[in-house]
């Protein structure tokens, strides 16, 4: 499915699952079974289009991420990338591939080698990928790296621990587009770092996508934040999609009710608002278990849930040039 | 900043928090001063380092001990001086009170024992019911949180619980012996929205109910304006401006205030196109600027923020500042 009209994706995601296996808990770890983390998932992303990526925690939303990035075994679907079907790729040919995809993680303190310089960490995946050329060419495209990203090339000799939290994001964020890649996939990439250093990395990040053209995948709680940054918005729940919509229209009427839970829960900076505004609560997160109960996840916690929810599980369908997978909204 | 006429439950002077190193001596919370009246929730803010939970572990005396000193003029409690209590009647206080809900849910937590023992635990200690009657009030206290099942549920270890679950559990045991004033540190940070608001609604409620008050610690401008009576602002070791909610949001007189409140997207309003970034990098406590701690972020400094540090003062209402700009420009 695909609410994307026109020109040729750049990533096409098809009904993509990955299971992880489930260990007793004796000494002896038997495999007791599966979970399946992503179950189904599909989408598409185009050149120059943020999509955003929410849900609850434990949704399914790294894994997918990991997955595209073919750093996790899918166990059924499909990946297409710049014209390449990705899904089983050998190592050396995704490697070559993955220049084109790079991912920023959450924690910036984890992700950069603290006994490199700061030079070194951005040359590295140059020398990776063998685009080197000759010495001083590398040495160019750090300076450029580094402006790119608002910091100056003094900070080259440093090291990623004398950078505060906001500028090691600055610096992964560097060492991601070293390699100039089509697609950036961020992960939480500013859940560590303070509100007012927030707004410095998202306006950056929006500014490289309209310089370079980047598509950029978009995990992250923060609702308004992935409101902001958006083209289109993805809701998973337990491993699934269950709405994928326009920005706009996800916002302004969301479909699902899991969404609609999800919007209706985000506090508003605004005390009068708050006051007048009551917000429905869900019940309790219900226990979780390893085989998904046949029917709609989201039925244990939905207000709206009906008998046909319990034993069916509703397809992601195709709505007024959005998807939804609920029982309460039939085929077109 | 007095709230009301009568006395307030909870009244801090010029507390400081160092924390001393074999080479340094850091100043985490430099003369902190604030009240909460009986029955209100105060929010504090401020960014990662401003010194929340030090002002939070040093109300509680729970400070590291021999890295981390604590003075002020005045902690005052219910009447007790919070600084000079004999040890012994501080750990009557704690849990009792006054009581504290942490941050991370899991590592405030003993794994090896059940919740609901540990649930029971301040119940027996403090109000001296037999082990039997104070387990089987933990349950009551897990059902009165929404925990399904608690009967069984109180058997179970930590880890055989949600994030939400266990923040639940935790909001009971904080409220177990009906305290009367719970400090919770981001009590929601690391759990989804929709369960933070069940979180937050339930402790809201709960010491409503009990008429307890509440001292929210978090970084989310939205959980302020939705929770907090009043709020006041940290920036390196000190409340930069207190007001009440209404007051603060709808006219905030700090340019820090006013930069927090004008960086976040938010869902009440429509889409922009840029964000207004607060410029800059929030200080290192061993290397705080002159004058102001905020001026060089600071789009209105002047000379005088350079050399000069301006103290909170009253600006109206419940409203205090500093800042030597005009603060309601
Ligand atoms: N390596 C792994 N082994 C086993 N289970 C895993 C592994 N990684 C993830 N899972 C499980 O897969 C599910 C999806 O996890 P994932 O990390 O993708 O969620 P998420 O949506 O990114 O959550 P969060 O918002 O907390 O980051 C979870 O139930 C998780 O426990
Ligand atoms: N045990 C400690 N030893 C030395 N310094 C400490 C210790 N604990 C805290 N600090 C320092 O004291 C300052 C205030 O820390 P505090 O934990 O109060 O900040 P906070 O406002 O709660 O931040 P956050 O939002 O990240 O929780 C920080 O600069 C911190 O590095
Ligand atoms: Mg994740
Ligand atoms: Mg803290």
Redesign the pocket.
């Known amino acids: 499915m695909s609410t994307s009209t026109g020109e040729k994706p750049l990533l096409r995601v098809k009904d993509i699952s990955?299971a992880?296996?489930?260990t007793g808990r004796g000494i002896v770890r038997r495999r007791i079974g599966s979970?399946?983390?992503?179950d189904g998932v599909s989408f598409e992303l185009r050149q120059n289009e943020t999509l955003g990526?929410v849900?609850?925690?434990?949704?399914?939303?790294?894994?997918?991420?990991?997955a595209v990035l073919r750093m996790?075994d899918l166990s059924g679907g499909r990946i297409e990338f710049d014209g390449h079907d990705i899904t089983r790729l050998g190592r050396a040919r995704m490697r070559r591939l993955r220049r084109g995809m790079q991912m920023i993680f959450?924690d910036p303190f984890a992700s950069l080698n603290p006994r490199m310089r700061i030079g070194r960490i951005l040359e590295e995946p140059l020398v990776v990928h063998g685009l080197t050329g000759d010495g001083r060419g590398s040495a160019r495209r750090v300076d450029e790296l580094l402006e790119l990203v608002g910091l100056d090339s003094g900070t080259r000799d440093r090291f990623p621990h004398e950078f505060s939290g906001g500028q090691r994001q600055r610096i992964s964020i560097a060492r991601a587009l070293a390699v100039s890649p089509k697609l950036l996939i961020c992960?939480?990439p500013v859940s560590a770092l303070d509100v007012s250093i927030q707004a410095q990395i998202i306006n950056l990040l929006v500014d490289l996508k309209r310089r370079t053209g980047l598509a950029l995948l978009f995990?992250a709680?923060d609702l308004a934040l992935v409101r902001h940054i958006s083209d289109r918005v993805a809701v998973?729940y337990a491993?699934r999609i269950v709405e994928l919509a326009d920005r706009d229209a996800l916002y302004e009427r969301p479909l699902h009710p899991y969404t609609q839970a999800l919007l209706a829960a985000v506090p508003r900076p605004d005390p009068e608002v708050e006051t007048a505004r009551g917000i429905g609560l869900l019940p309790d997160e219900p226990p979780?278990s390893i085989d998904p109960a046949l029917g709609c996840p989201f039925s244990l916690r939905c207000p709206k849930a009906m008998d046909v929810c319990r034993c069916e599980t509703p397809p992601l369908r195709m709505r007024d040039a959005r998807a939804v997978a609920c029982h309460l909204y039939g085929p077109d | 900043m007095a709230t009301a006429a009568d006395t307030p439950l909870l009244r801090v002077r010029d507390l400081t928090v160092e924390f001393v190193g074999r080479t340094s001596c850091l100043r985490a919370v430099d003369g902190v001063s604030f009240e909460v009246a009986e029955g209100e929730t105060l929010a504090v803010v401020g960014e990662s380092g401003s010194g929340k939970t030090a002002t939070a572990l040093a109300l509680m005396r729970l400070l590291p001990a021999g890295k981390a000193q604590a003075s002020a003029s005045e902690v005052t409690f219910e009447g007790c001086d919070l600084m000079r209590l004999p040890e012994s009647r501080m750990r009557e206080l704690r849990g009792n009170r006054i009581s504290m809900i942490f941050q991370d849910p899991m590592s405030a937590w003993n794994p090896a024992l059940t919740i609901g023992k540990q649930v029971a635990e301040p119940i027996q200690c403090h109000e001296l019911l037999s082990w039997p009657s104070a387990l089987s009030r933990a349950e009551e206290l897990l059902g009165s949180v929404r925990i399904p099942d608690p009967r069984s549920r109180s058997g179970q270890y930590p880890h055989q619980f949600s994030g939400g679950m266990r923040q639940r559990a935790m909001v009971a045991m904080a409220l177990a012996c009906r305290p009367r004033l719970v400090i919770a540190d981001e009590p929601t940070t690391a759990l989804?929205v929709t369960v933070q608001a069940q979180i937050l609604n339930l402790l809201k409620d709960l010491t409503r109910q009990s008429g307890a008050s509440l001292i929210l610690v978090t970084h989310d401008l939205g959980v302020v304006a939705r929770y907090a009576d009043r709020v006041a602002i940290m920036y390196a070791g000190r409340i930069v401006e207190s007001g009440s909610a209404r007051e603060v949001y709808r006219q905030p007189g700090h340019p820090y205030t006013r930069g927090l409140l004008a960086c976040v997207p938010r869902l009440d309003r429509p889409a922009t196109g840029a964000l207004t970034p607060i410029p800059g990098q929030p200080p290192s406590l061993n290397r705080l600027p002159s004058g102001c701690a905020f001026h060089p972020r600071c789009p209105h400094a002047m000379e005088r923020c350079r050399r000069e540090r301006p103290v909170l003062e009253h600006k109206g209402g419940q409203h205090w500042g500093a800042c030597f700009v005009d603060f309601h420009r």
């Open positions: 990955v992880f296996p489930v979970v399946r983390a992503v990526l849900g609850e925690t434990g949704s399914g939303k790294s894994t997918t991420a990991l996790l959450q992960d939480e995990i709680h998973m491993g979780r | 989804d």
